[in-house]
């Protein structure tokens, strides 16, 4: 079965500012969890973020990434729902990632 995995990756943590930005053994957050999902046999890994500066990480680093608008202030409500530019077919999976340490 073929899926995708859209990950969601907002700025705007209370707990922890600009996230997804945080450097781990030199590569942002967002793109070491793109990457782990990408091991997942996904057909295809997409970051869903209001940023610019998360879709230039993603960029740097051959993540693909879309933006989505800034009015979806929590992951709930914003992963579901890329740009325009990313069209949905109706006939895709959706999987949410959640970063653990060790």
Do not use: Y
């Not at 079965?1 to 996230?19: E, G």
């Not at 960029?59 to 990434?65: I, K, P």
Request: proline share 6%.
């Amino acid at each position: 079965m073929s899926f995708t995995v859209l990950i969601p990756a907002r700025l705007a943590s209370t707990r922890l500012p600009n996230k997804p930005l945080a450097d781990l053994e030199g590569r942002p957050m967002i793109v070491r969890v793109a990457q782990r999902a990408a091991q997942s046999g996904a057909s295809q890994v997409v970051v869903a973020s209001d940023s610019q500066e998360v879709l230039a990480a993603c960029a740097a680093h051959g993540v693909q990434a879309v933006l989505t608008a800034r009015t979806m202030s929590q992951a709930a409500t914003a992963w579901p729902r890329p740009a325009s530019s990313w069209a949905w077919t109706g006939r895709m999976w959706w999987s949410m990632c959640k970063v653990t340490s060790r």
